[in-house]
T-cell receptor, first 111, second 114 residues
Framework: TQLLEQSPQFLSIQEGENLTVYCNSS?????LQWYRQEPGEGPVLLVTVVTGGEVKKLKRLTFQFGDARKDSSLHITAAQPGDTGLYLCAGGPTGTYKYIFGTGTRLKVLA | KAGVTQTPRYLIKTRGQQVTLSCSPISGHRSVSWYQQTPGQGLQFLFE???????NKGNFPGRFSGRQFSNSRSEMNVSTLELGDSALYLC?????????????FGQGTRLTVV
């Protein structure tokens, strides 16, 4: 079974703090995506990472793809209440038609 | 460019009834996937269609079925509804889920079974 494990599962921090969310698998992915979902809405795509070791920045969010393309991380600098939501990593394991989602990290940023 | 459209947004059904949910993908996207999301189980994959063919199926009972039409629009059907089927049902479209293509989600259909 191909799984994407995310950690931590829950995170509650104060505004202005930094945080990192991890997404790990034993499978190799051709790419990984990160999504953010707000209650009652569908997940919204934040970024795609493709190349092993790749780093992408989206304002205060930094995404990294592991060298072996089995893991990824999301780092948020100076978190704001607007960052609150469910963060999901997802990807298609190489050689499959599958597209799987991580277990999710629920982030709450307190003002 | 219009996004993924799911209808209806909200639905209340009684146990034992059946329900059909609809999804219109982004124009040009040929792959449509369906997911069930509940607070306890997270995002669970139901099935994926590409060019009217079911290519992948998750671990759900046969009460859950779907289909895709020639215009890539998709429907999913749940028969003999159970209380545990209450969830947010999400549809996502993609150019093709192999390789580097991303999934774009609709706003979901919130199904409540009473």
């Amino acid at each position: 079974t191909q799984l994407l494990e995310q950690s931590p599962q829950f995170l509650s921090i104060q505004e202005g703090e930094n945080l990192t969310v991890y997404c790990n698998s034993s499978s190799v992915f051709s790419s990984l995506q990160w999504y953010r979902q707000e209650p009652g809405e569908g997940p919204v795509l934040l970024v795609t990472v493709v190349t092993g070791g790749e780093v992408k920045k989206l304002k205060r969010l930094t995404f990294q793809f592991g060298d072996a393309r089995k893991d990824s991380s999301l780092h948020i600098t100076a978190a704001q209440p607007g960052d609150t939501g469910l963060y999901l990593c997802a990807g298609g394991p190489t050689g499959t038609y599958k597209y799987i989602f991580g277990t999710g990290t629920r982030l709450k940023v307190l003002a | 460019k219009a996004g993924v459209t799911q209808t209806p947004r909200y639905l209340i059904k009684t146990r034992g009834q059946q329900v059909t949910l609809s999804c219109s993908p982004i124009s040009g996207h040929r792959s449509v996937s369906w997911y069930q999301q509940t607070p306890g189980q997270g995002l669970q994959f139901l099935f994926e269609y590409f060019s009217e063919t079911q290519r992948n199926k998750g671990n759900f009972p046969g009460r859950f079925s779907g289909r895709q039409f020639s215009n890539s629009r998709s429907e999913m059907n749940v028969s003999t509804l159970e209380l545990g089927d209450s969830a947010l049902y999400l549809c996502a479209s993609s150019m093709d889920p192999t390789g580097n293509t991303e999934a774009f989600f609709g706003q979901g259909t919130r199904l409540t079974v009473v």
